[in-house]
């Protein structure tokens, strides 16, 4: 059944997040409409997003954000409803007292990171910049919380309406930053890096290196046979290989080597295979490009996924360049150094640019957890680590939305920092 929405002016944000929530989020085939003639002689199910009230309608009151042609510091003052904060407030004139719209838009359209920020060292957003983290809510998925109360809202004055019931989905990753610690790295490279361990005092390390490179040892960092033995009911699972030259940040093997290309052909038989563009590759799309088609060349599949490497993202520039290049899902967004909801919704949407006022055709699959984020940025133990992601898993059921984990081949190793993680990742699979 169609819903008609009415709005004073119908803007490319209204459009958009009024598409989202309503017909992505809820189910709802919409249309909108600024007739308030049409709107008031309607007989089916409405919204009116306006200042004034309507008889037979759920009723919105706007906060001016979606009429809005630039990007500029917003007044936002926090406050409470049912339990979950609220910003945007416009008191109790309408059905709910905050513009729900308004504030799902200023979360899921990143708006805060187009305003100035002070960036880290890798010229990343941080998490204790963001809104959501400044008022203890990044850990959980805001706006679906906000949807899920307002179909309960818009289905008690319009129980003929079908709200769409989401299922819970899972999507385990898999980043391959370096394919392996010591073996297919070339001769020069093997000597040196064994005597320098050798010279500098690292003598468990330097015995390794020999053990590996005799062959009496499993590279530590090979652990795709135990990665395929937890992942084997899920080829859904999707692997972000990266490519490009080695610099101080990009340490993975060139893909033109013959056991790089015998790995990704491996895993390509099995899943999905995404560009994992590198540290190098930041703002040059050319050099994406070039990335992608080396990953495709090691595999039968065309690359339409992406996962920045180090999560590096500048809004909108890294979304107008992947899109450009055909990639048609993206899976960065999220924090490395916290686990939670980097743009407070556990649900897929079309990224929406600022910059040219207009949805993009790429997709943004949020990810809530990454190993390292676990290990450094939280501190956890691998028992903690487990339990915590396990209880963020239960959080995004709650709400039938998209989990989604980063695991890296090195942290199965039990090897260095990641000494005691080796099964961890088998008992989120397995938990979840």
Request: hydrophobic share 35%; aromatic share 12%.
């Amino acid at each position: 059944m169609q819903v008609l929405v009415f709005v004073h002016e119908t803007t490319p944000r209204v459009e958009y997040i009024f598409h989202h929530i309503l017909t992505n989020m809820m189910g709802i085939p919409i249309e909108i409409t600024s007739r308030i003639d049409f709107f008031e002689h309607y007989a089916g199910p409405k919204i009116a997003y306006a200042n004034t009230n309507f008889n037979s309608s759920t009723n919105i009151t706007p906060n001016g954000l979606l009429s809005q042609k630039d990007v500029s510091e917003q007044n936002i003052t926090m406050s409470k409803w049912r339990g979950m904060p609220i910003f945007f407030g416009t008191g109790t004139n309408g059905d709910i007292p905050f513009d729900l719209f308004a504030a799902s838009f200023y979360l899921i359209s990143r708006y805060e990171e187009y305003l100035p920020f002070e960036p880290d060292k890798h010229s990343r957003f941080c998490h204790n910049h963001s809104l959501a983290y400044r008022n203890n809510f990044l850990k959980i998925p805001l706006v679906d919380l906000w949807v899920k109360e307002f179909s309960a809202i818009f289905s008690s004055k319009f129980p003929k309406v079908k709200i769409k019931k989401t299922t819970f989905r899972y999507t385990p990753s898999i980043d391959i930053d370096n394919a392996f610690a010591y073996k297919h790295k070339g001769f020069m490279y093997a000597l040196l890096a064994t005597g320098k361990a050798l010279i500098t005092g690292r003598l468990k390390e330097f015995n390794e290196r020999i053990l590996v490179h005799l062959n009496l040892k499993n590279d530590p960092y090979n652990s795709y046979s135990k990665l395929f033995d937890i992942l084997a009911d899920k080829k859904h699972a999707i692997w972000f290989i990266l490519g490009g030259s080695k610099s101080k940040y990009d340490r993975n093997i060139a893909l033109n080597r013959k056991s790089m290309k015998n790995l990704v052909q491996k895993i390509s038989e099995r899943y999905t295979v995404g560009v994992h563009p590198s540290y190098q590759s930041y703002g040059k799309p050319v050099q994406i490009q070039k990335e992608i088609k080396a990953i495709e060349n090691c595999c039968n599949q065309p690359v339409t996924r992406s996962r920045q490497h180090f999560l590096r993202l500048t809004l909108p520039q890294t979304y107008q360049h992947l899109a450009q290049l055909g990639i048609t899902q993206d899976y960065t967004m999220g924090y490395s150094k916290t686990i939670g909801f980097r743009a407070s919704t556990c649900t897929p949407f079309k990224f929406y640019d600022l910059e040219c006022e207009k949805e993009l055709t790429l997709a943004i699959i949020p990810f809530q957890v990454m190993d390292r984020a676990l290990l450094s940025g939280e501190k956890l133990n691998p028992k903690t680590a487990v339990a915590e992601t396990l209880r963020m898993a239960r959080t995004v059921k709650n709400v039938g939305g998209h989990f989604v984990t980063i695991w890296h081949n090195e942290s199965l190793s039990d090897a260095r920092e990641w000494k005691g993680w080796s099964n961890v990742f088998k008992e989120i699979v397995n938990g979840i």
